[in-house]
Antibody
Framework: EVQLVESGGTLAQPGGSLRLTCVGS????????MNWIRQVPGKGLEWIAYIDSGGDNIYYADSVRGRFAISRDNVKNSVYLQLGSLGDRDTALYFCARDLGFCSGGTCYPGALDVWGQGTLVTVSS | AIHLTQSPSSLSASVGDRVTITCRASQGISSALAWFQQKPGKAPRLLIYDASNLESGVPSRFSGSGSGTEFTLTISSLQPADFATYFC?????????FGQGTRVEIK
């Protein structure tokens, strides 16, 4: 079964940091681009970070650039999101999603987000 | 960033109704649009990709159409399992963006 499982969400202090993990199984993880997307409960979806299959191309949303960092370990079939300088606005359910996009000539293009994890909840509060 | 506007924001419909949701992009995106269904407490589920391609396992009552800046998701005969929130997403360029969602409720 193709599956993504997130973990690491918790209650964090404003200004603090946290690392989220997403583990893939049932597919050739190292062949796929990956994304992190977040959602305030009851609200819309916000894409926040992308990493290509080899970890060479990384993109961020303006809202998290400089504070969050995406990385991956293809040996462990895992993608990570390091969250820093946390604020109330970062409280959300964080999803990882597999991306069917591709990279060409140094530029990457998104594709369908066909597999999603169940999400991990980050709550920022003092 | 490419902005997506969905309409309506919510709708009430009955089982068996034909339902259409529209997504408009702030600039042309060819056919690089996907549709997702989301139920409370669950992850989004991919329904349609590249504007009109049905994802494997998705019932044929779902269909998508459009190109450029205007797209539609149609449910030909609404079923009880279809009451949910629907999002469009552009896959033309980063940053990936989503529409604000359309909530489909039982009339």
């Amino acid at each position: 079964e193709v599956q993504l499982v997130e973990s690491g969400g918790t209650l964090a202090q404003p200004g603090g940091s946290l690392r989220l993990t997403c583990v893939g199984s049932g597919f050739a993880f190292s062949s796929f681009e990956m994304n992190w997307i977040r959602q305030v409960p009851g609200k819309g979806l916000e894409w926040i970070a992308y990493i290509d299959s080899g970890g060479d191309n990384i993109y961020y949303a303006d809202s998290v650039r400089g504070r969050f960092a995406i990385s991956r370990d293809n040996v462990k079939n895992s993608v990570y999101l390091q969250l820093g300088s946390l604020g109330d606005r970062d409280t959300a359910l964080y999803f990882c999603a597999r991306d069917l996009g591709f990279c060409s000539g140094g530029t990457c293009y998104p594709g369908a987000l066909d597999v999603w994890g169940q999400g991990t909840l980050v709550t920022v509060s003092s | 960033a490419i902005h997506l506007t969905q309409s309506p924001s919510s709708l009430s419909a009955s089982v068996g109704d034909r339902v259409t949701i529209t997504c408009r992009a702030s600039q042309g995106i060819s056919s690089a649009l996907a549709w997702f269904q989301q139920k409370p407490g669950k992850a989004p589920r991919l329904l349609i990709y590249d504007a009109s391609n049905l994802e494997s396992g998705v019932p044929s009552r779902f269909s998508g159409s459009g190109s450029g800046t205007e797209f539609t998701l149609t449910i030909s005969s609404l079923q009880p399992a279809d009451f949910a929130t629907y999002f469009c997403q552009q896959s033309s360029s980063y940053p990936v963006t989503f529409g604000q969602g359309t909530r489909v409720e039982i009339k």
